[in-house]
């Protein structure tokens, strides 16, 4: 049992447990253990290197000394755990096992428990994250040594399992490059990355679409798989996973067609091959480095958009989509403000449902056809006579004239917030 020094220490966190009520990380967690069960405690991982361990007295075996020291234990006694089963039951068990003393190999009594990752569904047992040791000095253990014991595994496996899944100081510098977190010096991180500080650059944002057929996909695995195709078109691009979308930055990219053509590619590619629905917003260019942030919010407002356009597929731009997120956005303001809504457009709604008439329709198809009466009547599949007849009638219930420009815009910005909460957003959507 060596001394493993790169691992991490644990990360500082808030612990709501009876046994603990301040903030601790492993090697405070040993040390209360140690003095609420009686004896020395070592937390170790599944490999048996020593992680944390509480102070030592006089009464440390030679096991416990060589194993702080960072040197091998001894092979018989390992053998002896191994041919005791104590390896596997703490593999196949939660429970705290009692290690007798081995006289021989001047080896004292151990209580051990392992320290278990929760299951992740039914099918998957426990990951095992390793095992806290409690070697009895020249004093009994306490009573209620056994349930310390299981307490602190509950405690070392959130402490371990968040020290694991920590990003690590290259993915935080990238977060904090496209925005997330405490704000951070460009040069620094330009330089600890070796990208370009100046010249354009492109952002690309990555976002799921849920299908009935997609796979659920944890963001997690999608930036890996995206990371890796990012990578491929250029070895300097960096991937940030933020939240549930991806991110991939494309430092002084060659031409804008081909960052276009290649996320077309990828999200053409990852539907095709992995049933996996994408949507992807780019931004380039993107002047500098300093500017990687702004231009992943800009990136977000298309994503967030519930009209953005997609003329090809699901790959879109901040030009081509410019429009559709602004209108989105400013029918998000105006969907919150009950005192922006029009009442008239409940008359011509209530005059429909009275007399079983589609004044409304009439009227939103004739605006999107910019007044063109003969259009939007063979659209509606009516004589272009009843359609002016329509219009007059929406003029009278209303009290509006659609020859003025106002009265016009209000109209189609009132059509276009009830369309969208009636779930018939007349907008391009992604196919």
Known sequence: MSVLSSWPKGVVVAVDSGLVAADIDLFGLAQIVAQNAGGMVSIEDPQSHVLA??????????????????????????????????????????????????????????????????????????????????????????????????????????????????????????????????????????????????????????????????????????????????????????????????????????????VTAWTRQLVEQLESKRALALRAAIACPVADLSSVADARREVDRVLDSTIATYPRGRVTTLAESRTAVLLGEILDLVGTRPELHDPRLRALSDYDLKHSASLRESVDIYLREHGDVRNAATALQVHPNTLRYRIRRVEDILRIDLTDPADRLLLEIQLALHRREHGRDGGSTPR
């Open 53 to 258: 361990y509480s102070a030592s007295d006089e009464a440390a075996d030679q096991m416990r000394v060589m194993s702080i020291l960072g040197r091998e234990g001894p092979r018989e006694y390992l053998a002896v755990l191994r041919k005791w089963g104590v390896f596997d039951r703490l593999r196949r068990t939660d429970e705290v096992i009692d290690v007798p003393a081995h006289e021989e190999l001047n080896i004292k009594r151990r209580l051990v428990v392992s320290v278990r990752h929760p299951a992740d569904g039914a099918a998957r047992a426990p990951r095992v994250l390793g095992a806290i040791w409690l070697q009895q000095g020249d004093r009994p253990f306490k009573p209620d040594a056994a349930e310390i014991l299981r307490g602190a595994a509950a405690i070392a496996a959130r402490l371990i399992s968040r020290s694991l899944d920590a990003p690590s100081t290259e993915a935080l510098l990238v977060q904090r490059l496209f925005g997330a977190g405490a704000p951070v010096d460009v040069a620094t991180v330009a330089s600890a990355l070796n990208l370009p500080l100046t010249g354009p650059a492109a952002v690309v944002g990555f976002a799921l679409t849920a299908t009935e057929t997609a796979p659920a996909t944890e963001p997690s695995a999608l930036g890996n798989m995206l990371r890796l195709r990012a990578s491929s078109f250029r070895n300097d691009s960096v991937t940030a996973t933020l939240g549930d979308r991806v991110y991939v930055l494309l430092p002084s990219y060659k031409a804008a067609h081909a």
